[in-house]
């Protein structure tokens, strides 16, 4: 099985700061990975597919990049609405897909 | 506007059987899997199986085969996910979602859409 391993867990931030996760794959996946953001009582929403391609109706400040066994997800300024959980997604391991731990955000 | 519609909350004692569902709307729900995934409470997410609505041929999670079953009914565009004998381990929010696979799920899949997440309580 391919394991996802997401760092931190827990990141606290400042409204406007630059805040970045890292998802790092067992083994070479490509770019097969996608994020997701979890607002509290809510459903996963996508927001980045294929390691770097933003989903319609996403926020620029969102991005992602990498591929082989390392990925970074950024916001480049947080604001307020952007507390939530999120969380990688690899799909190389067919049909199986495999999500990591999720880091959950916060404003400091 | 693609929705999907899951089932009400549950409350149910160990040993019950339950079906939950999820109705999908504003596409052509025969032309995308719909997978279904569990959050135990203040957990993360876990990828259950998946089916494809067109001949409701299914994919399972080692996991989670054998214990829950995972069904479509295409004429009224609904998935289902159903236990027959329910634990206390099985409390959990359960989403659907539907795949957006980009011609084969055999290659690669993106969750688009989620479901509002339907919550299974299993309590004596």
């Known amino acids: 099985d391919i394991q996802m391993t997401q760092s931190p867990s827990s990141l606290s931030a400042s409204v406007g700061d630059r805040v970045t996760i890292t998802c790092q794959a067992s083994q070479d996946i490509s770019n097969y990975l996608n994020w997701y953001q979890q607002k509290p009582g809510k459903a996963p929403k996508l927001l980045i597919y294929?390691?770097?391609n933003l989903e319609t109706g996403v926020p620029s400040r969102f991005s992602g990049s990498g591929s082989g066994t390392d990925f970074t997800f950024t916001i480049s300024s947080l604001q307020p609405e952007d507390i939530a959980t999120y969380y990688c997604?690899?799909?190389?391991?067919?049909?199986?897909?495999?999500f990591g731990q999720g880091t959950r955000l916060e404003i400091k | 506007e693609v929705q999907l519609v899951q089932s009400g909350a549950e409350v149910k004692k160990p040993g019950e059987s339950l079906r939950i569902s999820c109705k999908g709307s504003?596409?052509?729900?025969?032309?995308?899997?719909i997978s279904w995934v569990r959050q135990m409470p203040g957990k993360g997410l876990e990828w259950m199986g998946r089916i494809d609505p067109s001949d409701s041929y299914t994919n399972y999670s080692p996991s989670f085969q054998g214990h829950v079953t995972i069904s479509a009914d295409k004429s009224i565009s609904t998935a289902y996910l159903q236990w027959s004998s329910l634990k206390a381990s099985d409390t959990a929010m359960y989403y659907c979602?539907?795949?957006?696979?980009?011609?084969?799920?055999?290659?690669?899949?993106?969750?688009?859409?989620w479901g509002q997440g339907t919550l299974v309580t299993v309590s004596s």
């Open positions: 979602a539907r795949l957006d696979c980009g011609g084969d799920c055999y290659v690669r899949v993106v969750v688009d859409y």
């Open positions: 997604q690899q799909y190389d391991n067919l049909p199986a897909i495999t």
């Open positions: 504003g596409y052509s729900f025969t032309s995308y899997w």
């Open positions: 294929d390691a770097s």
